[in-house]
Nanobody, 124 residues
Framework: QVQLVESGGGLVQAGSSLRLSCAAS????????MGWFRQAAGKERERVAA????????TYTDSVKGRFTISRDNAKNTMYLQMNSLKPDDTAVYYC?????????????????WGQGTQVTVSS
């Protein structure tokens, strides 16, 4: 089992920045690829970014490229999502997830463990 807890969400104005954290406990964090997903009200969950076990491979959905940065610190069992130049369309509940897969998996079905989510609201 891997337990995941997100933090760092909040209410900010458009153009602001936030950094989300995902703290992992349980089995060895470095054995898992990690991802951030989000779900806006009335919409399907979508992948935001993913990172490989070592952190050398990352992927992003097109809408956040150049604004968001995913990273991880395996020594601290923590993953991060730095979000800059936030837009109202970024408003959603953000979830972190862990996958035993290789590389930086892009499909939610590749992820076995999920956190409870943290709300990010961006006002215009």
């Amino acid at each position: 089992q891997v337990q995941l807890v997100e933090s760092g969400g909040g209410l900010v104005q458009a153009g602001s920045s936030l950094r989300l954290s995902c703290a992992a406990s349980g089995r060895t964090f470095s054995r898992y690829a990690m991802g951030w997903f989000r779900q806006a009200a009335g919409k399907e969950r979508e992948r935001v970014a993913a990172i490989s076990r070592s952190g050398t491979t990352t992927t992003y959905t097109d809408s956040v490229k150049g604004r968001f940065t995913i990273s991880r610190d395996n020594a601290k069992n923590t993953m991060y999502l730095q979000m800059n130049s936030l837009k109202p369309d970024d408003t959603a509940v953000y979830y972190c997830a862990a996958s035993p897969g290789i590389g930086a998996p892009i499909h939610s079905g590749d992820y076995n463990y999920w956190g409870q989510g943290t709300q990010v609201t961006v006002s215009s």
